[in-house]
């Protein structure tokens, strides 16, 4: 089955707020750690990674933030903007293993 | 643009039937990863190639085949098609063969695939 999860399957956000888009893994081997932006009818574009050593990562708007002890992951989008609205994934792969496994998806609406 | 490049871009084929989907990686990515996406089951990890040698399989159908050819495109062969293998087929790569930091796993667009 799936090692990694989304909290909530859509995110309403109003223009201009921030989001926060969560995400839970079930494998403490787990080590390192990306968020997908998948837009409609595209591929899934990549956002931000960050690796287990680390608890928190910035780009640009976005945050990623790790929890190892209760294994959660968060994306968080400053100053939400109409083109962030897109399905966000999760993705995890360990140490042993070559693949990247995705959560479900989270669908982010920016209403304006 | 990600630079993976995925033909064709749509396909409409009859149950039972034989497809092949194509991928060429990013310039200098030697790692091939294909995905299949449907409504219901998400982003599902089917098989991985490393410089032409298969790397990883996940939940990837006996009925479908993959493989990677010395110029580093793949082609991922799906035949004895059914309805349920309509979905939206993801290649990605890397430079190198698995996900760390810094070797980020970019996506084509991907192969809509309808089974009729």
């Known amino acids: 089955g799936e090692s990694v999860g989304l909290h909530l399957p859509t995110l309403s956000v109003q223009e201009g707020d921030n989001s926060i888009i969560n995400c839970a893994y079930s494998?403490?081997?787990?080590?390192?750690f990306i968020w997908y932006k998948q837009e409609s009818g595209k591929g899934p574009q990549f956002i931000i990674d960050?690796?287990?050593?680390?608890d928190k990562r910035q780009g640009q708007r976005v945050t990623v933030l790790l929890n190892k002890t209760v294994k959660h992951l968060s994306l968080q989008i400053a100053a939400t903007q109409p083109g962030d609205s897109a399905v966000y994934f999760c993705?995890?792969?360990?140490?042993?293993?070559?693949?990247?496994?995705f959560g479900a998806g989270t669908t982010v609406t920016v209403r304006a | 643009d990600s630079g993976v490049t995925q033909t064709p871009k749509h396909l409409i084929t009859a149950t039972g039937q034989r497809v092949t989907l194509r991928c060429s990686p990013r310039?200098?990515?030697?790692?091939v990863y294909w995905y299949q996406q449907s409504l219901d089951q998400g982003l599902q990890f089917l098989i991985q190639?490393?410089?032409?040698?298969?790397?990883a399989k996940g939940n990837i159908l006996e009925r479908f085949s993959a493989q990677q050819f010395p110029d580093l495109h793949s082609e991922l062969n799906l035949s004895s098609l059914e309805l349920g293998d309509s979905a939206l087929y993801f290649c990605?790569?890397?430079?190198?063969?698995?996900?760390?930091?810094?070797?980020?796993?970019?996506f084509g667009e991907g192969s809509w695939l309808t089974v009729v």
């Open positions: 990605a790569s890397s430079v190198a063969p698995r996900g760390v930091s810094g070797n980020t796993i970019y």
């Open positions: 494998n403490s081997a787990s080590d390192y």
């Open positions: 960050i690796r287990s050593n680390m």
């Open positions: 993705a995890e792969t360990r140490s042993n293993d070559y693949k990247l496994s």
């Open positions: 310039s200098g990515d030697l790692s």
């Open positions: 190639y490393y410089n032409g040698e298969e790397r």
